[in-house]
DNA sequence: TTCATAGTGAGAAAGAATTCTCATTATCAT
DNA sequence: ATGATAATGAGAATTCTTTCTCACTATGAA
């Protein structure tokens, strides 16, 4: 058996870093569509495999977590933060952060089911978005 | 302006028959795979591009709803039912409704933001799935 | 029954998201 | 400073899902 896990040895690259800076200075989950924005104005020409590179990497280490937005795909955040929820907003797809689970989400489980955690997206319009249009009509998908 | 919507002649078939037929008689979600093998059964030779289609203009016309399972991409479910959750099986990925919605999602949300509506996904084992292994170890994703 | 045409199946094609290839560059232990 | 090699960028290639094409079939109004 395998000594538990070579841990790959890893460099501390320009792009790595502007890749974790970008994490650490948002305050919300990002795509890799809007990492690879964000961190390129850190870091030149940062390339889209490298992001990929670079997330999964993360992830892997645990620095990462991986968040699915119904509808909008996967987005990542900074592991280990508390317990909380995700509003998307259904026009500009940004993804925010909700204080706390107020949501007690004590739902009835048929015989033999067992949960073991849940997911919850508000959807809706972030404030941005509500200034500008009014009411959305139709949800965004 | 053209009037209001032309909508498209649609013949009963037994493709079609055969794809309600299984939506009525599931009880739960089904995927386009899910929905191809049961519709199959019925509809022996039924070709992926018709689900599609199918599944296209049932949910024009209202009779399906889309659901995003996070992780598991889109399942339908006929419209119409009362607002509920569901609980997505790690293992087999099969979805279930849930009765009613008792999470109180009461959400703090941030200033200008309106909330439209929600999802939750509860995740976890199904019965089925419960009996075989015993509690499984990482996320299926 | 007839027959215009909507619907179908099979496979090609299109999209998108992610991974791979490989020549070049940059990191960092020495 | 040097050098072995991990990491990168660009674009090709993959994978997965959904749509399109087209010759053929079946529906249903007459």
Redesign the pocket.
Known sequence: MAPTASV?????????RA?RLAFEEAERPL???QLHAVASRE???????????????LVDEGWLEVIDIPGH??FYERAGKEHHHHFACENCSEVTDLDGCSSEVRVRLPRGYRARGHDVTIFGTCSRCAEKRRPPTRRGR
């Open positions: 790959a040895p890893v460099r501390d690259t320009r792009q790595r890749i795509s890799t569509e870091s030149r020409g940062l390339g889209l495999a490298t992001v990929y590179r670079s997330i999964k990497s795909g996967a």
